[in-house]
């Protein structure tokens, strides 16, 4: 609880400092468990416009911006870079994991909100870092686990790792949370429970606590383990009562 009056004092301060200085200011990248936090301070940061952004849709790990052009009158700018990591020789690269990814740029000393997602793609990864971290990174990581690497700026994300979307149908017996995440995740009732009480579900950007939650099109469904999917609204029903959900999901 202490940890979260700190964060919640953090997002205050730099929400009044933007307000007061009509500058933007910024978090470093942050956990879905922290931007729960943020989400539930809407009525404390009424006074400022908050966006978040992780340097692509559909980012798990992602800063907060406190501001709004309406008010500055001018567009703010997220501080992201994108870097691209490669086996300077594919053919003796081991196979790399996200893991081994994250823990070779924490191992030079860097904390961990200063790192966004990692995107692992064959033997190479795209990683999201604060700008100010960007010539470090480049400069200092040559080595994951016992693969020597380049780490040079990226331009884009390659296509075939972009976040894709796919219309889904599904089958469920109401528009609650619960039944609709366990047609999505093809879990039953009860594993999607407990995934409630192991906090692992968020809605709308914050965690999730009520299972009987009755969802609306537009809500933003998060799943860790599962992935990301925006709730459309029930299309119909079947003739033994079932409602046709339609869902978006983010592949």
Known sequence: MEEEQILRKRFLDLAEKAYRQNLYCYTGFLSMAEQ?????????????????????????????EFGSEKDFGYPGEFPIALLHVSPKQEKFADKLTHRDFLGAILNLGLERDVIGDILVSGKDAYVFCSEQMAPFLCENLDRVK???VTCEPAGEIPE?????????LLLTASERADAVIAALCGKSRSQVAEMFRRKLIFINGREA?????????????????????VYQGVEGETKKGRCRVRMEVLL
């Open 36 to 64: 729960s936090v943020l989400g539930a301070m809407g009525r404390d940061l009424a006074f400022v416009e908050v966006r978040l952004f992780g340097g692509r849709e559909g980012c798990d790990r992602q800063m907060a």
């Open 160 to 168: 075939e790792i972009a976040v894709r979307k796919e219309e889904r």
């Open 146 to 148: 016992h693969t020597a």
């Open 209 to 229: 606590e009520n299972s009987s939650y009755f969802l609306k099109p537009g809500d933003r469904i998060a799943v860790r383990g599962f992935g990301k999917a």
